[in-house]
């Protein structure tokens, strides 16, 4: 049996396009934990996340005719988990509960020097702390580079919104690392 290292992108991509069954494996165990890893960023229930990422490779299979080659197929996988998400998180009802801009309190400077010993794992495991919509804000602004703008239309609120959730994330990530 080939292994999915052994093939290569175009090869996998080909085989899942004529919808053979070894090919769509090996594209799944080639991205699945590094995506895995994403549903984790936006959906802290381990559960979740993983109906996030099954969700998600099935939106990638019926949609890999879409792809073009116009960047990285990982990029592309990528932004259809992170799209998935928000689709959980919009099923989930309960985006009412955004904190509204009035109610952030001041963000508190950066101390330069204090998280300098953190490493990137460090950090994340602090994001994934934070209250669900305030993360799910963060991680859309910024660790995808979605603007305020961008994010408020996905998830159906406003700009302020998405600003005072970003805020209060940033707030809160600091406190927590301040703690640590």
């Given at each position: 049996?080939?292994?999915?290292?052994?093939?290569?992108?175009?090869?996998?991509?080909?085989?899942?396009?004529?919808?053979?069954?070894?090919?769509?494996?090996?594209?799944?165990?080639?991205?699945?934990?590094?995506?895995?890893?994403?549903?984790?960023?936006?959906e802290?229930?381990?559960?979740?996340?993983?109906?996030?990422?099954?969700?998600?490779?099935?939106?990638?299979?019926?949609?890999?005719?879409?792809?073009?080659?116009?960047?990285?197929?990982?990029?592309?996988?990528?932004?259809?988990?992170?799209?998935?998400?928000?689709?959980?998180?919009?099923?989930?009802g309960?985006?009412?509960?955004?904190?509204?801009?009035?109610?952030?309190?001041?963000?508190?400077?950066?101390?330069?020097?204090?998280?300098?010993?953190?490493?990137?794992?460090?950090?994340?495991?602090?994001?994934?702390?934070?209250?669900?919509?305030?993360?799910?804000?963060?991680?859309?602004?910024?660790?995808?580079?979605?603007?305020?703008?961008?994010?408020?239309?996905?998830?159906?609120?406003?700009?302020?919104t998405?600003?005072?959730?970003?805020?209060?994330?940033?707030?809160?990530?600091?406190?927590?690392?301040?703690?640590?």
């Amino acid at each position: 049996m080939t292994k999915y290292f052994d093939l290569t992108e175009q090869e996998i991509i080909k085989g899942c396009l004529n919808k053979d069954r070894k090919a769509q494996e090996q594209l799944y165990r080639k991205y699945a934990n590094e995506m895995f890893s994403v549903c984790l960023a936006y959906e802290a229930d381990r559960d979740a996340a993983k109906d996030i990422l099954q969700e998600s490779f099935i939106k990638v299979f019926r949609n890999l005719d879409k792809y073009n080659n116009d960047g990285p197929l990982k990029g592309w996988i990528r932004r259809i988990v992170v799209n998935t998400a928000i689709d959980y998180f919009r099923r989930k009802g309960d985006q009412g509960r955004f904190v509204d801009v009035d109610q952030v309190a001041e963000v508190i400077p950066s101390q330069e020097g204090e998280t300098q010993n953190l490493n990137v794992k460090d950090i994340l495991s602090h994001v994934k702390k934070l209250p669900e919509k305030a993360r799910l804000v963060f991680n859309l602004f910024a660790l995808e580079g979605y603007s305020h703008k961008e994010i408020a239309i996905k998830l159906d609120i406003t700009e302020g919104t998405s600003k005072s959730q970003f805020s209060r994330a940033r707030q809160l990530l600091q406190q927590s690392l301040k703690a640590s």
